[in-house]
């Protein structure tokens, strides 16, 4: 929490001093979707990588199962830090424009190390600084993705839609230590090849681009999720603009960046093969769930407990043991 707390301090410092040091050049210009380069075709291409920022905001989820009062506590973390880190970014973005220079935007943002450069343009040595918090960030996200991916497949495991293996607990430390191991060394392997293959640029923006769709297809079936739970399940407390407008809203939405990556933009090799994997993973999950249906249809009934034990039962029963309806 304090390296995070760096982190925005600095560079929500170093957007409030571009801001003021170009305050007779201000304008609301930047909001202008008619001055992207390409116009409409480049926001769509550039979307993928808005919402790979993006991502994360949900990551507090899975942690449900270590929080105090987790059905409070969890959603007001996962909006709040949504709000908070898309007002963030409007800051930092708007003063980016003109810290680069509203004509040289898209020469400096480009560029190799577009912030570091900002931080000496603006700050001198105060560079390192940037740097410093370039660095943490790059750790934190590591770390957060980390977090949040074993704990799924920890409570995945230990509800038997994943090998029992991964529902493991430190004798010490109590974590889920060999969905860390096995998450840590299949993401290394994984970024070692595509680097060495195109190089960690392109290797970056393949991952990158399978991760966004995937994720995407994942936000919109929430959004169709949410409609439908309380529409059936907990139609008393249905509200129209909560529970059917703002969803319906989204997954409109984030069917933009798909229309753009598979039709009106798509990438180039080879990226492009990015776009197939993600439908192939996606596909694999398809026939898995059918599967599940078909022949273990109560495994399937306890995903609503991967993220957060459901409340009317007592501790699970050792590490990855059941969890068991109190008496």
Known sequence: MVLGAFEIAVFGALAIWMLLS??????????????????????????????????????????????????????????????????????????????????????????????????????????????????????????????????????????????????????????????????????????????????????????????VIVVVIVYILICFGCIWHYWTKRRSEFNAFLHFVLPLAGAILFCFPLYFQYYKAPPTYPVKYANWAALVWIGAGIVLTFVLSETRPDRLRDMERVYVEDETLTTPVGPAGPAVPPT
């Not at 790979?52 to 899975?62: D, K, N, S, T, V």
């Not at 390192?128 to 799924?152: G, P, Q």
């Open 22 to 211: 170009n305050a007779g050049d201000l304008n609301l210009q930047p909001f202008n979707p008619h001055n992207a380069n390409g116009g409409w075709s480049g926001i769509g291409r550039g979307m993928v990588f808005a919402i790979l920022a993006f991502i994360g905001f949900e990551a507090a989820a899975p942690l449900g199962e270590e929080a105090k009062h987790p059905r409070r506590t969890i959603p007001l973390a996962v909006v709040g830090s949504s709000l908070a880190i898309g007002l963030f970014y409007v800051l930092c973005s708007y003063a980016w424009v003109f810290g680069a220079g509203f004509n040289n935007f898209v020469d400096q943002a480009t560029g190799a190390d577009p912030w570091r450069n900002l931080g000496k343009v603006f700050w001198g040595t105060g560079w390192i600084l940037v740097f410093a918090a370039i660095v943490n960030s790059i750790a934190a996200n590591s770390n957060a993705a980390v977090n949040a991916a074993t704990r799924v497949f920890y409570a995945m495991a230990r509800n038997g839609l994943a090998p029992r293996p991964l529902a493991r607990t430190h004798p010490q430390f109590k974590t889920p230590h060999i969905a860390i191991i096995w998450m840590t060394a299949f993401a290394l392997v994984s970024s070692l090849l595509l680097g060495w293959k195109w190089g960690p640029l392109i290797g970056f923006f393949f991952i990158a681009t399978l991760a």
